[in-house]
């Protein structure tokens, strides 16, 4: 493509501000060329105010949340309001992937423990190993002498399921009972169109009902 | 449902650094709550400085970029660089919705007019009418005896096309010359998969070749 600056005609605006915003928007996950463009139009167009909250958002998450010290979920303590409350059953810890898994679960109300956040999953394909999942901290905090039973809760994906294989071995190693969320046909799911390695799971975990 | 601050369990984490973040997300077009979290927990787990970089730009654009006074589009300064330029032709005005708009009919290099951008379209739906899209504006610009010719350029929506039809109208009435973009068959387009609107168009408005 010929430089345009020597052409006859004028370049069009660079829009600095405009096109800084724009690729800065491309950040966020799933955000591409397009939509980043998009994003900051709207943003100038129609919501400043949302803009300047973003922005002040950003800064101060940024600057203030960081790993709680036990359970390593996200917080802007030393540690998280479930690692300091006394009303969670200390003798209880679930293994989940992420910050969202571990509310995910906290919505079901059927769980009174406490957590550990991996903040990722085993996956050799894209190089993340033990070293990267913070499994020495989930080792020690495991091994404290209060916790009798660890619930891995890890996604039932291929990583999830084999980091939850991973850290079993390791825990049952160290005579931590160690139980895995169920696998099965979801409430309210119809066997019709249930896909068949769920329905096999289900089969082979059935259980007695009188 | 219960009340749970007095019940046995404590709350999860109320994350406020991050709540605030995911509900600050929300202000870009076409992100809801599970999108807004997943976001807010991909910058603070992997691209913090991203997260920054997006929070300062977000600042500068809000404060610096507004609109040209000749041509209605953003820019930091008093006037865009395309209505600064003396290499444009000045007799042709070409007006279209919004600055994304106008970055595309730039990248055909196939006009060296300039431009008048609406930021918006005439929708009486929602309640948008001639005063909320800088028509007064436009009107004074197309007259200000320079302009030769005006290129509606607005999309070919419902809407696009009847901002296009009044504002044609209303400049016709003034004696100046007014255009459209051409419709038809896209290029690259085979006739199996274009919809029998845009053939119809095609038709209708064939072109001798010989």
Redesign the interface.
Known sequence: MPARDTG???????????D??A???R????VGPK?A?????????H??P?????????????D??HHCERCN????DTL???C?????DEALLCIVE???D??MV?QTHAY?GLYFVL?GRLSPLDGIGPRDIALDRLLKRATDGRVREVVLATNFTHEGEATAHYIGELLANRGIRVSRLARGVPVGGELEYVDAGTLAQALRERRPVA
Request: hydrophobic residues 45%.
């Open positions: 006859p005609r004028a370049r069009a605006e660079p829009l600095s501000g405009l800084e915003l690729a800065a928007l950040a966020l996950p799933g939509a463009q998009r994003m900051a139009l709207h943003l100038l167009q919501d400043r949302g803009a300047m909250r973003l922005s002040v958002a950003l800064a101060r998450a940024t203030s949340v979920t996200f917080t802007e998280c309001t479930l300091r409350s006394t009303k969670r992420t910050p969202a571990l509310l906290e009174d903040m």
